[in-house]
């Protein structure tokens, strides 16, 4: 990973309207250094959309960072002009890094989901772990979801089973799970 990139992608964050400010943060995951940007927004705007925005705006090249990691402004000034805590953010993205890395699909199945959840959504890519809800799914996308899920797979889901298991990993399990029977 190229530090020009990532240097790229938080300042592309920091553009965007909702965020305060951003840094990035370094944790090991798995024996490998993760880079995330740590995020202060005003408004809550999902991981998944502040990754996608990178994306986008980066031309692809988007993985200059490898999870986004979102924390509100506070309602009143701090002492200290409220920045962002590394030290608190580092200890906690020690245990739950897994939930703001984009995780790629694995598998056919979860590829073509992710591609579904991405067509469906109007984004360019959608990660194994990214939660239809966090990445902007309302009640219709939902059933234009629902209905291209029907289409592909014999299986039935329901708008409860999506909810319930909104990941693409979840939906891959529960539809092969339903497959079998």
Known sequence: ?????????????RQHPDVVDAV????EVDGRTASIAAVRVNDYCSP????EHVHDLL??????????????????????????DLAAIRATLRERADEVIFVAPRGDMEEQLAT???????????????????LGGDSLSAARLLAALQERWAAEIDVFDLLETSTVRGLARLLRERERG
Not at 24 to 27: G, R
């Open 1 to 13: 990973m190229s530090s020009s990139g990532v240097v790229d992608a938080i300042e592309v964050l």
């Open 48 to 51: 998944q959309l502040l990754r």
């Open 116 to 134: 579904l959840y991405a067509e469906v959504l109007e984004l360019s890519r959608v990660g194994a772990t990214d939660d239809f809800m966090d």
């Open 24 to 27: 990035l943060v370094e944790v």
């Open 59 to 84: 031309g692809g090249t988007g993985k200059a960072v490898d999870g986004v990691w979102v924390e509100e402004a506070p309602d009143h000034p701090v002492p200290g002009g409220g920045a962002i």
